[in-house]
């Protein structure tokens, strides 16, 4: 078979954009370019390796064993000495991670500004939500999550403590009668995640804690539920590390409704034996201790 480390890369890259137009825009190549050089690599070896699975190319079984010499190449090639004489202390390489849209955006955000700035051939690239660990996720390095997963052939670590917090906007507190009590807050309609989409256990707080709320908006995204919230579309249950930084925003009850959760990162070990991913996941750590207050967001005890 003619077809080498060339073609793995590209299939690898394939399978993580889900197209054959990714993986072009990624690597520098025509859509026609990538499209004839996996037909061909599919009859040298005499058999499927990506399947449609609506709108994305996913492995076929055998692809997956394709994929797996394709990350290693990958990894391998990460290792080399890059520097002067060879023996340089150079990193590079694309980081794809799947986490909560607020750590994204606020945590990783952080860490990132520090990565490109010592490491400037490493990049992040990141597919935003709020689930439950993947079992075979193809082309994540690295998954952030909420609540302590249950995995097998991975590694686990806590990463961080955060809370969710009850807030209103003051216009939306100035337009309604005044909240007295912790229970009044049911009367209101609820921002928080689609319940039908929900699947995070730990994050299924309003079905324990408020079971007569209705549900005014549902949002997949907790930057979106902050910003409901600030348009005083009705009471969010946000994260407080966001919700803190909006000034029109007021946490209410913030001693009785407080809710402590957990995020874990969750990866391969091979994986985390990569410099980029190393260097990532240094970065991530780092930014957590520097926030760790503002992720807790502890009440202040009353005077």
Not at 232 to 238: P, R
């Amino acid at each position: 078979m003619s077809h080498g480390a060339d073609d793995l890369l590209l299939l690898l890259a394939v399978v993580r954009h889900g197209s054959y137009t990714g993986a072009a825009a990624d690597l520098g190549f025509s859509h026609t370019t990538v499209s004839r050089r996996m037909a061909g690599l599919e009859r040298a070896v005499g058999a499927r390796l990506l399947v449609r699975s609506g709108d994305m190319w996913e492995p076929s079984e055998l692809g997956r064993k394709f994929v797996a010499a394709g990350e290693e190449i990958e990894h391998a090639m990460d290792a080399l000495p890059l520097g002067p004489g060879g023996r340089g202390n150079s990193i590079s390489g694309v980081v794809r991670a799947l986490a909560p849209d607020g750590f994204g955006g606020v945590v990783m955000g952080a860490a990132m500004r520090h990565v490109v700035q010592e490491h400037p051939g490493v990049r992040l690239e990141m597919i935003n939500a709020a689930r439950r660990a993947q079992t075979n996720p193809v082309g994540i390095d690295l998954e952030v999550v909420v609540g302590r997963p249950e995995v097998s052939r991975k590694e686990a670590s806590h990463l961080a403590d955060y809370s969710l917090g009850v807030y209103a906007s003051r216009d939306y507190l100035a337009a309604h009668p005044p909240l007295r009590t912790p229970e009044q807050v049911q009367e209101h309609p609820l921002i928080y995640f689609v319940d039908s989409m929900q699947d995070v256990a730990e994050l299924d707080i309003p079905r324990r804690r408020f079971p007569r709320m209705r549900q005014g908006v549902g949002a997949t995204s907790s930057v979106v539920h902050v910003e409901l919230t600030r348009a005083g579309a009705g009471i969010g249950l946000l994260p407080c590390y966001l919700a803190e930084r909006v000034p029109e925003l007021v946490r209410l009850f913030p001693e009785e409704l407080w809710f402590p959760v957990e995020y874990w990162v969750v990866s391969r070990s091979d994986l985390l034996r990569r410099p980029a991913v190393q260097a990532v996941m240094a970065a991530v750590r780092a930014a957590v201790a520097e926030m760790r207050e503002e992720l807790v967001a502890a009440p202040s005890p009353r005077a």
